[in-house]
């Protein structure tokens, strides 16, 4: 048996402190007043002809299928893992070499001919993650009020899924916090929302802290027809479960609700609400301290996000004292971040909530250099490019999730001719990123209205912010 394997049984055997296991029910009454409510909507859970799931045929306890789903490196030693990943991504940087030398007017050759540079690793490898979403499903005794992550699909139909305790990325916080949320839907006589037409209603929690412990949890709930009134009811259990319950022992700083019919909803689409506690959580990052909404992205991993911005504050040297576009800013974490060594910031975002964190941080660090823009970078960045001063240069650092950025972002920043370096951020650079790289630095003419010089990758740099996990960021220089 490895030393990491045996030091997941230990794991597996010790996940959580007893009394969160035990969750003494005695002291909770779930507070049901309004008979309707129940009548209405609230069918038992018939847990005794739940159909269970099949056993795995091979020798994998369930607990080790979902780490090799969830953390399928986790067997490795973590130096094997980063020598692994820095493959992985010399990999898909040969791969874009390879595309970007099928264009016969720019002399690409397909081998790597910049520097990649030795990855950086994560300064903590356990525990790391500061935000985790829990699903609610069928569970491997069949109780489809099981908080965890999925082994399996739904198209396959053999969705199970399995608790978390054992995971290596997630803190115990976030662990005790799921289990409690289990608990408390397990006593609700409202069913769960599996489906989104099956009639149930709970749904997943996601839990966030931070560095100093504390706790942002957000329900997700399944209105169904549930009535305003109706709702209410299941709200002031939630909240007295977390506060005066066995829940309590969470001491979440901050419970929020978002009553939800889709997948993901914006705060715009379906308001978070504040069932109780304070409005935000805040980090320090790199010194400055940061604001976090529900609604707002904030990297899974603060120590290793300082990481990545020092080694983006380092790539974006030659640009001191210009102008620096943070496209897809978040919270402004980038932006703030840099902003000592630049003359001007513009960060540009989608998510409102983000967008008023990016302006308060601002303003909470007594930064006066940076503005923040709302909307999305494909409607604001064109408009915005005929306006910008290039005096002192102009340098972009965009960092969008994973479906990359729209074409006419691409197109804006390739159509001024100030903008001579951009730092690329991508968590996968295998995917639509891809798509940009080609866009960034294919010949004129080949990409409708791409008129601008095009740019050529000049380093790489991988940084680890998700250690079990084949994930990276890489963050790739162009310059033209
Ligand atoms: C990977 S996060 C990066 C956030 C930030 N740079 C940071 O380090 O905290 C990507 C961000 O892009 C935003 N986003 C997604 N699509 C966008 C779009 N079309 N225009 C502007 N921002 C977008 C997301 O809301 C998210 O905050």
Redesign the pocket.
Known sequence: MSSAFKAMRLHLTCPLPKQVINIPQTLFSYLITNQRAINNSCKPVKTSNAKKPKLPTTKLSWEERLSDTVTPLWRMTYEDQLQWKYEHQKKILLKMMKELSQDPTRAFSDHLNFPLLPIVASPVRDGYRNKSTFSVNKGIDGNPKTLGFYIGTGKAGNIVCVHADHLLSIPSKHKMVARCYEDFIRLSPLRPCILFDDGGHWREITIRTNSTGHTMAIVYFHPQSLTPEETDIHKAALVEYFTQGPGAICQLDSLYFQETTMTRCSHEQSQYQLLYGQTHIYEEVLGFKFRISPD????VNREA?EA??KTVAELSQPCVGGTLL?????????GISLSPQMERVIG????EQ?VEDAKFNAALNRVCNCEFLA????V?LPDLMGSLSSDGGLTA?V???R?G??YR?VRALRNHSAIRRLVY?S?KPDGEAMRNFRELCCSVGLVRRITGEAFKPVVAVPVDLFPHTPHCELVLVFER
């Open positions: 707002s992205f904030f990297q996000a990545l911005y943070d496209v897809c800013c978040g919270t402004g974490a980038i540009i975002e989608l998510i983000a909307g999305k970078a494909e604001v650092v960092n969008p999730s479906a950025l729209h972002v951020i968590c």
